[in-house]
């Protein structure tokens, strides 16, 4: 507890004579009354700024301010108009006493004068004074309680009038959705018919997602065993006489392998992996009737054959070769599908149309605009409705045994969404089946002249080869050096870059394996660029690099070779790196 709250209360005592001053300090103080002195009215005036007392004794006659003066100070300021003064005096002039009244003064008290009046009238005053506070207290507590009643008052009328507004307004909302209910529930329904075609379609897209991831993996390493035979069939080549026995095989093996190859784009094509595809400006229109050229000659006499051209085809970014195939697939099932009636008719049609923003949830993977649409409709057997959802499957196939693997149609939506078009079939049994494709076109036609045959390139260079396949490292190293190069070769990508720091300054090319166990081919190159900023660097792999222009050029990567590949291909991709280098 505080010392103020021990006292009975603060007295200020203002006397010029310093025996008054100190009697009046003891009484008070031995009664239980804190003191604080002061022997002139200016210092009494200042004391009081400091700290408020509870009771001012007060001299009249002081040299420099008089009590009634002080008095009066004290009365007409907010802070101190409150505390009760009392005046102490030797004079009895009932002037004085009316004065003393006047200026503010509660009481009088005569010198000389008796301890136990002091100590009573002291006492008194400051009772009244503790009064005076606790009813101003209470006072205001009462004030602050209307106060709040008459807030809380208003807001519970505010509360009331905002609950009827409420109630009014939710029974608006609730008729509301009432009469909304019903075609909510149609919405819903509509959603979930939504729902469930796109989760289909979902589905078939997580299929090929997966079977695309296996195969990037599976190709890098098939395409590292062809790369082999690819390069060693190319040496040997190059030793035999043309009219030997021995040449036509190994050529036979050669093709083999680019027959094998080609497998593997097949397989990357639908997985969306493949890397050697470049897509032109280039019109089905063509492409349509070369193959329809072909088809009157091949296919059975219980077929008739229709084409319906619409006007000119409109260009689209494509690869002709894929979409060739796009069409022989198709009517290659059409075919199957028809060749055991007595008459049925397979049509081709290439039409545009406009995919508008409306059009979009119908044809999801499309954008708006102009589509040239390819159309290839039969009317065989048809397909049955549960296994439809299948038919993009890869190694899915109703076809008996040796008609075909079932990778047709999965390659050709490969294709398809590589071209970013779309494909959709309608089928109905004993009815036939409809495909259509939408290819989008293009407005911007690029330039598309076909590059000139060029000579195998050779070189002198000194080339740093690293790939940890020992076999197919050793073979393209041989090539390498057929072609004139100097080549360091290592297996181990650790150790090659031990190797390459000792030396280097002598070497002119990085070639590097992207996929090798304790660092790969990026890493190499990354590390390597921290040796030798200027050094080119070409990665080769067995599938498509993932890699962004961003990521080559902070890994420092300035070329990329899909295995296997030709000599002229190899040879041309180091010419372009070292010549620019």
Do not use: W
């Not at 390498?480 to 070497?507: C, D, M, R, W």
């Amino acid at each position: 507890m505080s010392e103020q709250n021990e006292s009975k209360g603060n007295i200020l005592v203002v006397d010029n004579n310093p025996e008054n001053l100190r009697l009046l300090e003891k009484m008070l103080t031995d009664d239980g009354y804190k003191v604080r002195p002061a022997i002139s009215g200016s210092l009494a005036l200042m004391t009081v700024q400091s700290a408020l007392p509870d009771l001012v004794l007060l001299d009249v006659r002081m040299p420099d301010i008089d009590g009634f003066s002080v008095c009066e100070k004290l009365k007409s300021d907010d802070t101190t108009k409150d505390i009760p003064v009392i005046f102490i005096s030797a004079l009895e002039e009932p002037i004085n006493k009316l004065k003393a009244f006047d200026v503010g003064g509660l009481d009088y008290i005569t010198k000389p004068f008796e301890a136990q009046e002091v100590l009573a009238r002291v006492k008194t005053q400051i009772n009244l004074r503790n009064m005076q506070k606790r009813l101003t207290s209470q006072n205001k507590l009462l004030h602050t309680e209307i106060s709040e009643r008459k807030e809380i008052e208003r807001q519970l009328h505010i509360t009331q009038h905002d609950l009827e507004r409420r109630v009014e307004e939710r029974t608006k909302e609730l008729v509301q959705a009432n009469i909304e209910l019903q075609a909510e529930i149609q919405e819903r329904k509509e959603a979930e018919d939504a729902k469930e075609h796109l989760l289909r379609q979902l589905q078939q897209a997580q299929k090929l997602e997966a079977i695309g991831t296996l195969a990037g993996g599976i190709a890098h390493d098939f395409n590292n065993i062809l790369t082999i035979i690819h390069t060693c069939s190319q040496l040997i080549l190059n030793e035999l006489q043309q009219n030997s026995s021995a040449f036509r095989n190994i050529e036979k093996i050669l093709k083999a392998s680019e027959r094998a190859s080609e497998l593997v784009s097949q397989i990357l094509t639908f997985s969306r992996k493949s890397q050697t595809t470049t897509f032109t400006p280039i019109t089905i229109v063509p492409i349509l009737k070369e193959t329809v050229k072909l088809l009157k000659s091949t296919l059975s006499s219980n077929i008739s054959l229709n084409c319906k051209i619409d006007g000119d085809s409109a260009l689209i970014s494509g690869d002709a070769i894929q979409i060739y195939q796009v069409i022989m697939n198709l009517c290659t099932n059409s075919f199957h599908a028809m060749e055991n009636m007595d008459q049925a008719t397979l049509t081709l049609s290439l039409t545009q149309q406009n995919i508008t923003k409306e059009d979009v949830s119908n044809y999801l993977s499309l954008k708006p605009g102009m589509h040239v649409k390819l159309t290839v409709q039969d009317t065989g057997e048809g397909i049955d409705p549960s296994i439809i959802e299948r038919i993009f499957d890869p190694y899915f196939t109703t076809k008996g045994k040796g008609r075909g693997t079932g990778l047709g149609l999965a390659v050709t939506m490969g294709i398809v969404e590589k071209h970013k078009g779309a494909i959709y079939v309608e089928s109905k049994l004993k009815e036939g089946t409809t495909v259509n494709i939408l290819f989008p076109i293009i407005d911007d036609i690029l330039d598309s002249t076909p590059e000139t045959h060029q000579p195998i390139h050779k070189g002198s260079e000194h080339i740093f080869l690293v790939d940890d396949e020992v076999d197919l490292l050793h073979t393209v190293k041989l090539l390498l050096e057929h072609l004139g190069y100097k080549v360091t070769a290592e297996s181990n990508p650790i150790e090659a870059l031990a190797v390459f720091e000792k030396n280097a300054h002598q070497y002119d090319l990085v070639m590097a394996d992207m996929v090798m166990p304790k660092m790969n081919g990026k890493q190499l190159a990354q590390k390597i660029r921290e040796i030798r900023a200027d050094l080119p660097i070409m990665i080769c792999s067995g599938k498509k690099s993932d890699l962004s222009e961003e990521e080559n050029q902070r890994f420092g990567i300035t070329g990329f070779l899909m295995k296997p590949f030709l000599r002229k291909e190899l040879s041309e991709n180091i010419r372009k790196l070292l010549n620019t280098g």
